[in-house]
């Protein structure tokens, strides 16, 4: 009797299982990873019959490493587990180590909406697996000042005008930009410049972007070092070599991208005079009157620290006006990203490309946005959309149906012109409640 006992209680705990999400994730690549290369971190949900709702993937932070987010691009698959069929929605991370050590996921859960016995639902949290990576650095470039992991870098230069005919006082801007392949800009060090002796050089500002894909990986990013050289006496001058060390991922090892040294001559101009002449000794100055120190600096003093006053005045009050405005036009636009009328127009653009898998998956969202925490099949229900409902069920059929690979390519026509419908009854039924209230407040006998 207690073996049979305890056989029904392993049944009852393994079908419970069975009828839980399963989550799986994993690495790519999963070892011999270097520092700055990017890593993608898979996540895969599956849940039995079907999902009632997007899965809610979590945003975390990892220490020592950049991490970007999935940019809803989910993929839809389906597997076989313990002889059921689950049906999942992958996500993708993608991971930027910044030095050498150990990287580790932090704990963090998945809310996942499902079908746990139609037309029964559920919403049930998942934790992410306890997963971490290695990042190093190959031992040929520890001794390297900086790590560049890429396929490809470049380095060009560009001056604002030739460097021939050159005088005293002429002042020419050197651009130098340099390129790396799959690398973010901030990772590529700025450069030394030489400054010979009747050169000086004044260092502008200098600019990084990134260039990504739609999914956030990076293309090549950019760094451009700018920098003027005011000549302030005649010569002859030659600029040293620039040369940038980076690890080459293809050939496993230090290669060197250099620009070559630079000569030019810049003759006399009798015109030119230095910013403070010398002083004339010829001539016998005369002694300046003795005065108290501060009668003589007080109403300098005293306008200053007015400015200074004013000055920071306006710098505050121009910071808060720009992060009050930042904040106000980051909320507007965000809130205008994730209106209904912005998911339903990707809906629409989604059926209309005839792409069954992001069809369904945004159906989902603007169906949330309908109905807050109401189920996609009791929402069509309630509204009583009889096409609308036989539409989904083929989309739905045609996604996560085993012989969905066989029955060819989906045409969400069908569906596109149920959704406008029924999008339209509900405006319309929103309008009339909100036209008889209206009225109930002008006649409340």
């Known amino acids: 009797m207690k073996h049979l006992l305890a056989l029904l209680l392993l049944f009852a705990s393994l079908h419970a299982l069975a009828q839980s999400p399963v989550i799986r994730a994993h690495f790519e690549p ?13 996540v895969s949900v599956y849940v039995p019959n079907y999902f009632i709702g997007s899965p809610e ?29 689950y049906f999942g929605i992958t996500q993708t991370y993608v991971i930027y180590p910044q030095q050498a050590g150990d990287f580790h996921v932090p704990p963090a859960k998945l809310s996942v909406p499902y079908a746990i016995a139609p037309p029964k639902s559920t919403t049930a949290e998942v934790a992410l697996p306890v997963l971490s990576f290695h990042a190093d650095v190959p031992a040929a470039a ?3 000042p900086y790590f560049l992991p890429t ?15 050159l005088r005293t006082g002429d002042s020419i801007e050197r651009t130098i930009t340099v390129t790396a392949s799959k690398m973010q800009a901030m990772l590529i060090p700025p450069l030394e410049l030489e400054q010979p002796d009747g050169i000086r050089i004044y260092n502008g500002e200098p600019t990084v972007r990134d260039q990504k894909t ?20 005649p010569g002859d001058y030659t600029l040293s070599p620039i040369e940038l060390k980076w690890w080459n991922l293809s050939r496993r090892q230090i290669t060197t991208s250099s620009l070559k040294e630079v000569h030019f001559s810049a003759a006399d101009n009798p015109e030119f005079t230095v910013e403070l002449p010398p002083v004339d000794r010829t001539s016998s100055p005369s002694l300046p009157q003795k005065s108290a120190f501060w009668g003589h600096y007080r109403t300098r003093l005293k306008a200053s620290a007015v400015g200074v006053v004013l000055m920071l005045a306006i710098v ?13 036009v980051s909320a507007y636009l965000k809130a205008c990203k994730s209106s209904e009328s912005a998911c339903f127009k990707k809906l629409i653009h989604y059926a209309e490309s005839h792409n069954a898998k992001l069809t369904y998956v945004q159906l989902l969202k603007w169906a949330n946005h309908i109905s807050p925490g109401i ?10 959309h009889i096409e609308l409902g036989s539409q989904v069920e083929v989309l739905a059929g045609m996604i996560y149906s085993p012989q969905s690979s066989k029955a060819g390519k989906w045409n969400g026509d069908a569906l596109m012109l149920q959704l406008k419908q029924f999008r339209t009854q509900i405006y319309k039924r929103q309008s009339q409640t909100s036209r008889q209230r209206w009225l109930s407040t002008l006649n409340p006998f």
């Open 214 to 233: 739609g999914r956030g990986d990076f293309i090549d990013g950019q760094r451009i070092q700018t920098a003027k050289y005011f000549i302030q006496k």
């Open 30 to 42: 999963a070892d011999n990873i270097m520092v700055g290369q990017p890593v993608r971190l898979v």
């Open 142 to 144: 520890r001794d390297l």
């Open 151 to 165: 396929t490809s870098l470049t380095i060009t230069e560009r001056w604002s005008r030739p460097l021939k005919g």
């Open 57 to 85: 993937f979590p945003e975390f932070e990892i220490e020592n490493a950049i991490v970007v987010l999935p940019q809803d691009r989910p993929q839809n698959s389906n597997t076989q587990i313990g002889g059921t069929t």
């Open 375 to 384: 189920p996609l099949g009791e929402m069509l229900r309630k509204q009583a």
């Open 316 to 328: 505050l009050s121009a910071w808060l006006f720009k992060k009050y405005a930042y904040r106000k």
